[in-house]
């Protein structure tokens, strides 16, 4: 970020840096392809942190949804972006998000909701502990509301009702190797 405007990395087709554009100019009708990350939060007893989008979300507001996403800025590590993105978005102290892994290193999608927003990322899928002791105090701009549920109830859920869940949630759990790192 740059004088507190978040900035976007674009990629190219073959996914490579492309440039950078500010984030509140990117989700459009016509969103052009940009790197970003999505995170699976579990907590010390094995349970998945949801969120719900906040209603007032230029993309899929109140959608429930993985525990957090975000977007690298230029030339920032995923891991420091997931860290990062936990203190904007889940209000969790710095450092509380640990045991940060790749899931689904090659994820990318494309999705449009319902107002003709585009989400068109190159989004590697990662899955984290939340420290002991730490606990999530919600950005209400970011998360309406969260839930600590069994990964289990998640898959089957999204599996018998994928509409009700964001997209990319729902294609990130058709990846064996996320539900493995999400089953234990």
Not at 22 to 36: G, I, M, Q, S
Not at 122 to 137: K, S
Not at 150 to 178: C, G, K, M, N, Y
């Amino acid at each position: 970020m740059t004088d507190d405007v978040e900035l976007v990395v674009l990629a190219d087709e073959n996914g490579r840096p492309a440039g950078t554009a500010p984030k509140a100019t990117v989700h459009t009708e016509n969103t052009p392809l940009h790197f970003a990350f999505s995170c699976f939060l579990l907590d010390a007893q094995g349970r998945l942190l949801m969120t719900r989008r906040a209603l007032g979300k230029k993309t899929w507001p109140g959608v429930w949804t993985n525990s957090f996403c975000g977007h690298p800025g230029p030339g920032e590590e995923l891991p420091d972006a997931i860290r990062r993105r936990s203190v904007q978005e889940l209000g969790l102290p710095a450092g509380a998000v640990v045991d940060i892994e790749p899931a689904v290193p090659d994820f990318r999608y494309r999705a449009v909701d319902s107002s003709g927003i585009v989400e068109w990322e190159i989004c590697p899928v990662y899955v984290a502990r939340l420290a002991e002791g730490a606990e999530p105090d919600p950005v209400p701009a970011e998360i309406d509301s969260l839930a600590w549920v069994d990964p289990a109830d998640v898959i089957a859920a999204v599996e018998a009702t994928p509409f009700a869940f964001s997209q990319w949630l729902a294609e990130e759990l058709r990846h064996e190797s996320l539900r493995s790192k999400l089953l234990g």
